[in-house]
């Protein structure tokens, strides 16, 4: 047991550790963005980010999985919010756990072996594509600086790792971009400009919506649609991530993880989330291996969030 627990948790510490911190990082602007995305309030992504991080690193089947709030659930969850508001997205929340726990019992990730290698290059090949076209914007509006401050970050990655690998070559670039902007005083977008960051941690409680039959045949139809969402990115996420590492994961308990990560945050304020390609790449380029690294995530957005809040407003988009 204790060999086990080694294993999954505490045989990669230092590099989970600072993996789990650019991950962190990363997850900000994200977070923000699905929120405003999804049209609530960008509280709602972050509260749902670091919720989900930090349980589905003890309920998840896939070790170094980032999972949190994502673009894919904000947009099904848009119309729900705009016609019904936001108390009726986290009653949806709290149902698509359920419809995924439901999932994983009869076992819906078996189908997983049958889904063909070329629907995984696509599938992955497509995010990169859209992942890629959604930075564009923060790099041009900003003029010459921005760009300049993006070139400057890539070299960083590319670079850095070819000196030395004992810090992630992510963090080194965005420590570095956001120290020449803070001390040259280089006016470029930031995180802060985004969205206010939380003061508060989230409290526990009741969706404030009718328990009627009218509510379940409003929110069903988008839980469930979460929740088929979601397991499939969760899944083929996961299957990515296999191949990259040549580790095995749970999927059964993948599944029942998610549906009870959602459930959680939909009780504690956030949106439905599963899990991100991009940040999961992130966290295996940077080292990260075992279920420390997704708990660190989500502990370090959490501290990032709440007690750096200012610090985190000055991190520039384009290094980001």
Partial sequence: MLSRVRTTWFSNPRA??????????????????????????????????????????????????????????????????????????????????????????????????FVPRTVMVGFVNALAILLFTAQIPHITKGGWPVIALALLGLGIIYLLPKLTKAIPAPLVAIVVITSLTVFLHIAVPTVGGMGELPTALPGFGLPMVPFTLETLTIVAPFALTLAVVGLIESLLTAQLLDDLTDTPSKKGTEVRGQGIANIATGFLGGMAGCAMIGQSIINIKSGGRTRLSTLAAGVFLLILVFTLGPVVSLIPMAAL
Avoid: C, N, W
């Avoid at 963005?33 to 309920?59: C, E, M, R």
């Fill in 16 to 113: 989970d550790l600072l993996s789990g911190l650019v991950v962190a990082l990363a997850l900000i602007p994200e977070a923000l963005s699905f929120s405003i995305i999804a049209g609530v309030d960008p509280k709602v992504g972050l509260y749902a980010s670091f919720t989900i991080a930090i349980i589905i690193a003890f309920s998840g089947g896939r070790p170094g999985m980032i999972s949190a709030a994502t673009g894919a659930m904000a947009l099904v969850l848009v119309p729900l919010v705009r016609d019904h508001g936001v108390e009726y997205l986290f009653a949806a929340t709290i149902l698509t756990g359920a419809f995924q726990i439901l999932f994983g019992l009869v076992g819906v990730h078996k189908l997983m072996r």
